[in-house]
């Protein structure tokens, strides 16, 4: 079946790291991705990883895919306020006509 | 500015009241799909079309009804809204067709909030 879950909050510190987790069930996705969500905004893509690879790092974010466990989680270095946000985290399945999404996770970040 | 742009930003009515919720992009994408996004539940797909004239049932379709009779165009229509369709929905366009189509991200307009009392 196509179930995308997150943990629904996640509170740091300001400079500290941030680690969001994702878990999908379907083998088949090609594409994993991690999108953010700012207050009264759109989804706007922060990064992506193809099923066959490890990791990806881009700047501060760093992707981390576990395809055996089908654990996906997205890293955060020296988080800051600006980065509060909803993260959310969407598998592809075969042309890209559907993504599923998780339920998102809220990242609350405090001086 | 390359956007994906929905319009109203915020619209309450009442049951059974037709409304039309309308989305345009002007990146020329043949992609573009309609999400709701209710809480604890994420984004869910409502309705997508690959072009114009071609359109597909996402993953709750039922109540909502679609036409693409232009590619920048994709209006959501409800004809019967019932209180079980308050919700933040978006509009999403991509393109598709090339090599790196599966890298193009989706580009959301900012949301309607509707709320049916």
């Known amino acids: 079946g196509e179930d995308v879950e997150q943990s629904l909050f996640l509170s740091v510190r300001e400079g500290d790291s941030s680690v969001i987790n994702c878990t999908y069930t379907d083998s088949s996705s090609t594409y994993l991705y991690w999108y953010k969500q700012e207050p009264g905004a759109g989804l706007q893509l922060l990064t992506y990883?193809?099923?066959?690879?490890d990791m990806k790092q881009d700047q501060r974010l760093t992707v981390l895919l576990n395809k055996k466990d089908k654990h996906l989680s997205l890293r955060i270095a020296d988080t800051q306020t600006g980065d509060s946000a909803i993260y959310f985290c969407a598998e592809s399945l075969g042309g890209y006509n559907k993504l599923i999404f998780g339920a998102g996770t809220r990242l609350a970040v405090h001086p | 500015e390359a956007q994906v742009t929905q319009n109203p930003r915020y619209l309450i009515t009442v049951t059974g009241k037709k409304l039309t919720v309308t989305c345009s992009q002007n990146?020329?994408?043949?992609?573009m799909s309609w999400y709701r996004q209710d809480p604890g539940l994420g984004l869910r797909q409502i309705y997508y079309?690959?072009?114009?004239?071609?359109?597909d049932k996402g993953d709750v379709p039922e109540g909502y009804k679609v036409s693409r009779k232009e590619k920048r165009n994709f209006p959501l229509i409800l004809e019967s809204p019932s209180p079980n369709q308050t919700s933040l929905y978006f509009c999403?366009?991509?393109?598709?067709?090339?090599?790196?189509?599966?890298?193009?991200?989706?580009?959301f307009g900012n949301g309607t909030r509707l709320t049916v009392t």
């Open positions: 999403a366009s991509r393109p598709v067709g090339t090599a790196s189509s599966y890298n193009s991200p989706l580009h």
């Open positions: 079309s690959m072009n114009v004239e071609v359109t």
């Open positions: 990883i193809f099923s066959n690879m």
């Open positions: 990146m020329n994408h043949e992609y």
